[in-house]
């Protein structure tokens, strides 16, 4: 298959799910899977293009982000706690990352890792759905620090291929009592430092092979699959905060259920 035509695929996989909580990384994987597209190769694809996803939740909430800038720049207290929150849940998954990044590689090579987390992950959100109740905790600045903690440890779950980082970080502050629009908020904000880490370690670790152009996926493909996630992000994000404040996360769950199901169906006969 032409490569222009699989970087345009791939970023639009990735544009539609990285900020809903189905997992945009065990998508790609199944994508590069069932398509018949060699992994390997699009591994360094796959993490970078997350990037344009993160330049939509920078344009989307930029009025958010130019309050903080300003407000750090005064030393006002609820931007401070807002930065502060989102550095301390991303701790954790920085140092496990870096601690257990060979293993987390193998992972992503097992499409059938991805399905069956795909299946897992929507019946916890299902069960979350259930028992948790939503407190009076609105604002990410707001949030206490032992709850950032809690909820940068559940982002570690979506180092599994398939478990989804906005799903755990999600549905993990639901857990504790967050309110719902606040949880999904923190998710975006949270996806900005965790997500520049992951691509600057892919980017290290690809550069030779980038800057020598050797490899079979290069610069171009990158920066097709980078406009293509950033554009379909933009509109998905939208479109997902007004669904989850009216909807919830059920109809979310159903389809992990779903697609992890057939996932496994279609793996089997490849």
Not at 49 to 68: C, E, H, M, N, P
Request: glycine residues 10%.
């Amino acid at each position: 298959m032409d490569l222009t035509f699989t970087a345009i695929l791939l970023g639009i996989v990735e544009g539609l799910t990285e900020f809903l909580p189905v997992s945009s990384t065990g998508h790609l994987i199944l994508a590069t899977q069932l398509f018949g597209y060699d992994a390997a190769q699009w591994a360094t694809f796959n993490i970078v293009i997350q990037l344009g996803a993160i330049l939509a939740v920078i344009v989307q909430f930029w009025r958010t982000f130019w309050a903080v800038g300003m407000g750090l720049l005064k030393l006002n207290p609820t931007s401070i706690r807002f930065v502060r929150n989102v550095l301390v849940a991303f701790l954790p998954s920085a140092v496990i990352g870096l601690a257990l990044k060979d293993y987390i590689e193998g992972l992503l090579g097992q499409p059938n890792v991805v399905a069956w987390a795909l299946i897992i992950g929507g019946i916890a959100i299902i069960g979350i759905e259930k028992v948790a109740k939503q407190g009076p905790l609105t604002g990410v600045s707001e949030l206490p620090l032992m709850k950032c903690v809690g909820v940068g440890v559940a982002q570690c779950l979506a180092m599994v291929p398939g478990v989804s980082r906005s799903g755990a970080t999600i549905m993990g502050a639901l857990a504790m009592g967050v309110e719902r629009r606040t949880a999904a908020e923190f998710s975006f904000f949270l996806a900005v430092p965790t997500m520049m880490g992951a691509t600057a370690l892919e980017l290290w670790g690809a550069r030779e092979e980038l800057a020598a152009g050797t490899g079979p996926v290069g610069w171009y493909e990158i920066a097709i699959g980078f406009f293509v996630s950033f554009v379909v992000a933009l509109v998905v994000i939208k479109a997902f905060m007004a669904f989850v404040s009216r909807s919830g996360f059920a109809p979310f769950a159903w389809y992990r259920i779903v697609a992890g199901a057939l996932a496994l169906f279609l793996l089997a006969r490849v």
